[in-house]
């Protein structure tokens, strides 16, 4: 099993930054993908950023590339999301997964609030 637990969210001002942190514990494999979705009220669960563990290229959704940037430690198991010039649609539920073996964790998410 695998346990994620994501710190960092809170109420932010429209332009500014938030660090979203997610520790993996357990069974964590030396290959696996780790990635940042975010749940709207009202609207669908969506990627925003991905990586793998091996370091091959990061993905980022459109809506947030040059915006947003997901970074890995593999040595502490640790996944970040370093968000910048943030945008009331930038407010949402944000939840770490890491898919490994062809199963699924997710963490319980964490609130990130855009508002002025």
């Known amino acids: 099993q695998v346990q994620l637990v994501e710190s960092g969210g809170g109420l932010v001002q429209p332009g500014g930054s938030l660090r979203l942190s997610c520790l993996a514990s357990?069974?964590?494999?030396?290959?696996?993908?780790m990635s940042w979705y975010r749940q709207a009220p009202g609207k669908e669960r969506e990627l925003v950023a991905s990586?793998?563990?091996?370091?091959?290229?990061?993905t980022h959704a459109d809506s947030v590339k040059d915006r947003f940037t997901i970074a890995r430690d593999n040595a502490k198991n640790m996944v970040y999301l370093q968000m910048n010039s943030l945008k009331p649609e930038d407010t949402a539920v944000y939840y770490c997964?890491?898919?490994?073996?062809?199963?699924?964790?997710w963490g319980k998410g964490t609130l990130v609030t855009v508002s002025s």
């Open positions: 357990g069974s964590v494999l030396s290959y696996n993908v």
């Open positions: 997964r890491l898919y490994q073996k062809d199963r699924d964790y």
């Open positions: 990586a793998s563990s091996m370091g091959t290229s990061a």
